[in-house]
């Protein structure tokens, strides 16, 4: 695959510059190419392996396909399915699917022999090798490319989040999930707000809609607009636009003098019953190692002076808190 050339430098410079700005920005993905075959590939079997786990989770009596997600356990270390229940947080009351974190993998047994876009016979490990190439794509070429290029507007070294706060493929979290709504779950008055107001606990978030190519819109999912107290569609979406997202990690570790942290929510999309069960989406967190310490960035540009007393916690230690506030299942009205 040769898709690390396919995305130009400038392009992720141009990406970064938008993120110190506003917190959020798209980056298109050249196409037709590698980069998006794969996406395209990936979603399609997450479909098909949704479709299949969701049905074993409702007869009990079937073996289950995924290992299933326990609701007490600590969600920053989730690997499995859960479907959408306000039981895994108020974050997931509309949304199932498979999540994955530092680095793990597992495999779905699919039977649907269509969902093989190469035409083979043999669906053994299809899901978990699809997977890995969705990981790839959304972390080791576009992530990377922007941490890159964050590097190079903050005059950091380079490979700096990697050799301060890495390796991140090994600490980050990603899922693939869909949206499972029923009309008479919605409370009148709500404003359909199906996914939160909140900011990520990444350094950077990249967001993929399971849409073919580029289409207008962002299907609900919207950022606040500080500037003027609004809220924002994202205006594209598509498996050849990746929206990313400054999270609150590297907000934090910038001093909040720079990139700041995308606070956003997904609400009511569609407008008909038919169209409202098409959304799914796949969002990486790209998360430090948890033994990194949460300094501030050595960065010139940054303002004030390290204080080498200071008792840092580590991410772990930070992301404990964030983790214990996302399982709840009401939060605060905005």
Known sequence: MKDEHEIKVHQ?????????????????????????????????????????????RDHPDECQVAPLID????????????????THGRYNEFREGFVFSNGEMFDVEIQNKKVDSDGGNDMQNK?????????????DVIADGILRAIERTLK?????????LGPTDKSSQWHMKRYVIQSSLLDQGSNDILLPVHTDPSLISVILLDRRDITTGGMGLQVFRSKTSTWEEIS??????????????LSHLAKGQSFPPAKHRVVRWWSNETFKCQRVAA????????????????????????????????????????????????????
């Not at 609701?71 to 306000?86: I, N």
């Not at 899901?127 to 972390?139: E, L, P, T």
């Not at 380079?158 to 301060?164: C, E, G, P, T, W």
């Open 12 to 56: 992720f410079d141009q990406c970064a510059q938008a993120l110190e700005a506003n917190g959020y920005a798209l980056l298109s993905l050249p196409q037709p190419g590698d980069i998006v075959a794969s996406i395209s590939k990936a979603f399609a079997t997450a479909r098909c392996a949704m479709d299949l786990v969701s049905n074993r």
């Open 236 to 249: 594209h979406h598509g498996h050849a636009v990746a929206i990313i997202f400054v999270g609150s990690v």
């Open 127 to 139: 899901f978990g090798n699809d997977m890995k190439d969705m990981f790839h794509v959304m972390h």
């Open 71 to 86: 609701h007490e356990s600590d969600s920053a270390s989730w690997t499995g399915y859960h479907c959408a229940s306000s």
């Open 156 to 164: 950091l070294t380079h490979l700096y989040f990697q050799n301060a």
């Open 283 to 334: 969002t990486l967190f790209v998360r430090p190692h948890g033994d990194a310490v949460m300094k501030p960035l050595a960065s010139p540009l940054l303002q004030g002076e390290e204080n080498p007393a200071k008792n840092y916690v580590t991410f772990q230690q930070w992301n404990s808190r964030v983790a214990k506030n996302y399982m709840k299942t009401k939060g605060r009205k905005i």
